[in-house]
Structure formats: structure tokens, C-alpha cells
T-cell receptor, first 114, second 113 residues
């Protein structure tokens, strides 16, 4: 099972780019990497997902090196409303009929200051 | 915005009570999940249902009993809980059961006295 490791917390200022790295040394061939954002008293919200190289959407980019043992979530020009906990999720369920697993990291608490 | 609703939002129960948590998704998804989120712990996957059939059970204690009567509804029946079961219980749904893009509900904050 892929275990993930993230920094517990990060601080940033409005307008800066924030990069949060997740380590997943035991990632399996079929595992995808997914990032979620969670505000207090709410369920997590999907941000981005990738398998390898780089993925970009309207809110973030995800960088995955060739060995896939880590991934970096990049948030461009953060604002105060980006203050939240960010979770890295690695795994896949039921690929090819066999049971896998989904492992959430402990999350990175991002604090954006004015 | 979320197409996943959960009721109740807050629940306080004694250890001898029996209660149920309800989840409903309006997204047309065919997989639903129960997660437990304790303070200072990562989300723990409890159950996964695909097309009303359970496909994953991560050794959850039998005092938690899931039920999925159809692809839109998911229940978590609770009985004889312990104080350490106090947590935020989150429901999620997805199109497939690969664990990809999941849509989460707001959660039920459970307190066991």
C-alpha cells in the first residue's frame, strides 16, 4: 500500500505561488495521484488528478516526476480563500478485478496571509 | 454546489443507542463511499459500494453497518458505539469504483457520550 507523506503546515502570502509536495515511495503501477482541498466543517473537494508528467487545470497544476515517487501541487497566486487543508491521495480501487486501496495523507494545512 | 447530501449534520448519541446516517447523491454516480475523519488523523476509507454491491471493507468494526438500497442512497447504521468513534463521517460518490474523482458530502459530526 502506498503511504503518503506531506508537510504538516505551510505559510504563504497573497499573490504568491505555493508548491506542496507529497511523497509516495511505494506507489504502485496502477495508482493515480489525486489532490483534494478541505475547509473546516466541509467535505474535501477535488482539485486535480494525474498519473505522470504534468497536469494543469483552471485552479492548479500537478507535477509528477518520472519515478512517480512524489508529486507537487502548485497553486498559482494564492488568495486568503485558499487557506485550507490539502490532501494527497494515492491509490486505486478494484483495478483489473483485484482490490487495491486508497490512502489519504495527513494533509497540509496552508495558511495564506494578507 | 455539492450533489451529495448527508443527514443529520450533527448527532449526539449514547453508547447504547442505535442511529443511522444517511447519504444521498444526485449526480448519477454508481459508486458511493463512507469515510471516517478523526481529529488529527487522515481520512479513513470504511466502505465502498458499486452499483449497490459492497466492494471494499477495510476491517471496520461490526458496530458500523452499511446499507446501500440503490445507487443514490447510502446508510451507515450505528449501534453500541464507543467514545473513540466520535468523528466526522463523510460520504462520497464517484462515477466508477477506481477511487478517482470523488464528490464529498458535508459530513455528519458524530459525538458518542
Amino acid at each position: 500500500l502506498a503511504k503518503t507523506t506531506q508537510p504538516i503546515s505551510m505559510d504563504s502570502y497573497e499573490g504568491q505561488e505555493v508548491n506542496i509536495t507529497c511523497s509516495h515511495n511505494n506507489i504502485a503501477t496502477n495508482d493515480y495521484i489525486t489532490w483534494y482541498q478541505q475547509f473546516p466543517s466541509q467535505g474535501p473537494r477535488f482539485i486535480i488528478q494525474g498519473y505522470k508528467t504534468k497536469v494543469t487545470n483552471e485552479v492548479a497544476s500537478l507535477f509528477i516526476p518520472a519515478d512517480r515517487k512524489s508529486s507537487t501541487l502548485s497553486l498559482p497566486r494564492v488568495s486568503l480563500s485558499d487557506t485550507a487543508v490539502y490532501y494527497c491521495l494515492v491509490g486505486v480501487l478494484n483495478y483489473g478485478g483485484s482490490q487495491g486501496n486508497l490512502i489519504f495523507g495527513k494533509g497540509t494545512k496552508l495558511s495564506v496571509k494578507p | 454546489e455539492t450533489g451529495v447530501t448527508q443527514t443529520p449534520r450533527h448527532l449526539v448519541m449514547g453508547m447504547t443507542n442505535k442511529k443511522s446516517l444517511k447519504c444521498e447523491q444526485h449526480l448519477g454516480h454508481n459508486a458511493m463511499y463512507w469515510y471516517k475523519q478523526s481529529a488529527k488523523k487522515p481520512l479513513e476509507l470504511m466502505f465502498v459500494y458499486s452499483l449497490e454491491e459492497r466492494v471494499e471493507n477495510n476491517s471496520v468494526p461490526s458496530r458500523f453497518s452499511p446499507e446501500c438500497p440503490n445507487s443514490s442512497h447510502l446508510f451507515l447504521h450505528l449501534h453500541t458505539l464507543q467514545p473513540e468513534d466520535s468523528a466526522l463521517y463523510l460520504c462520497a460518490s464517484s462515477i466508477g469504483t477506481s477511487g478517482g474523482l470523488q464528490y464529498f458530502g458535508p459530513g455528519t459530526r458524530l459525538t458518542v457520550l
